[in-house]
């Protein structure tokens, strides 16, 4: 596998590059968020170890949560690269933070090298095992061509109307948090409240009607995109 490690703490790092490297996978690693976005955006990836709290370039002490901005940038450009976020074991709102920014799964520091290759493996094998066409009601999702089709034709989406619907449908029937669905519709510099996620929400679902599939909201929950009855 090739992998990106992001890891700040140079101990850390070194045995982990060596774990890695030794049981035969290629290996990148990165201390800082400006060379871990250089590394993310310019090479593909089987996975990525992600540490969340990351110091800029320069900078002697990590930021807390600097590592959930690389990951949502990374989800926002439709990145789907399988990420094992690296958290203080006993942190469970770090670990909360991780999985709705876009995380598969977690491990809490300190952990057994060998259960981060096994997660490793489980996550990339749980990728590449994922149907490539997804469909509900008339609705397909062609993961590959990166196509949403209703009836061989594309549905034309301005492009986060289509980023939120792609995590809609992977897969569908999960429901995902407003948080989640929040970042992929906002900026850096901005927040999207309740009030604007629903007309944004309520706007797709007019454009997916007569498509057989419809998008349910679950209250204090998120949204559930399924096959309208």
Same mark, same amino acid.
């Given at each position: 596998?090739?992998?990106?490690?992001?890891?700040?703490?140079?101990?850390?790092?070194?045995?982990?590059?060596?774990? =890695?490297?030794?049981?035969?996978?290629?290996?990148?690693?990165?201390?800082?968020?400006?060379?871990?976005?250089?590394?993310?955006?310019?090479?593909?990836?089987?996975?990525?170890?992600?540490?969340?709290?990351? %110091?800029?370039?320069?900078? #002697?002490?990590?930021?807390?949560?600097?590592?959930?901005?690389?990951?949502?940038?990374?989800?926002?450009?439709?990145?789907?690269? #399988?990420?094992?976020?690296?958290?203080?074991?006993?942190?469970?709102?770090?670990?909360?933070?991780?999985?709705?920014?876009?995380?598969?799964?977690?491990?809490?520091? #300190?952990?057994?090298?060998?259960?981060?290759?096994?997660?490793?493996?489980?996550?990339?094998?749980?990728?590449? &095992?994922?149907?490539?066409?997804?469909?509900?009601?008339?609705?397909?999702?062609?993961?590959?061509?990166?196509?949403?089709?209703?009836?061989?034709?594309? =549905?034309?989406? %301005?492009?986060?109307?289509?980023?939120?619907?792609?995590?809609?449908?992977?897969? %569908?029937?999960?429901?995902?948090?407003?948080?989640?669905?929040?970042?992929?519709?906002? &900026?850096?510099?901005?927040?999207?409240?309740?009030?604007?996620?629903?007309?944004?929400?309520?706007?797709?679902?007019?454009?997916?009607?007569?498509?057989?599939?419809?998008?349910?909201?679950?209250?204090?929950?998120?949204?559930?995109?399924?096959?309208?009855?």
């Amino acid at each position: 596998m090739r992998i990106l490690l992001i890891e700040d703490d140079a101990v850390l790092q070194a045995v982990m590059l060596r774990s =890695l490297s030794d049981a035969g996978h290629r290996v990148d690693a990165a201390s800082h968020l400006e060379e871990a976005a250089h590394y993310w955006q310019v090479q593909a990836y089987d996975a990525v170890l992600l540490d969340l709290n990351l %110091p800029l370039n320069g900078q #002697p002490h990590s930021a807390a949560g600097s590592g959930l901005q690389l990951l949502r940038e990374a989800r926002r450009r439709g990145d789907r690269t #399988p990420v094992l976020v690296l958290t203080a074991r006993n942190r469970t709102d770090e670990r909360i933070a991780g999985l709705d920014a876009g995380a598969d799964d977690y491990l809490g520091k #300190p952990f057994d090298l060998e259960e981060v290759e096994a997660r490793l493996r489980a996550l990339v094998r749980r990728t590449q &095992g994922a149907d490539d066409r997804v469909q509900v009601g008339r609705l397909v999702l062609l993961r590959k061509n990166r196509r949403i089709v209703v009836d061989d034709v594309d =549905l034309a989406l %301005p492009a986060r109307e289509f980023e939120v619907l792609w995590e809609l449908m992977t897969p %569908p029937g999960r429901t995902v948090s407003k948080r989640v669905l929040s970042d992929k519709l906002s &900026g850096f510099d901005e927040a999207l409240g309740d009030n604007a996620l629903e007309a944004f929400i309520s706007r797709l679902r007019k454009k997916l009607a007569h498509t057989g599939a419809t998008i349910r909201t679950l209250r204090g929950m998120g949204y559930l995109l399924e096959e309208q009855v």
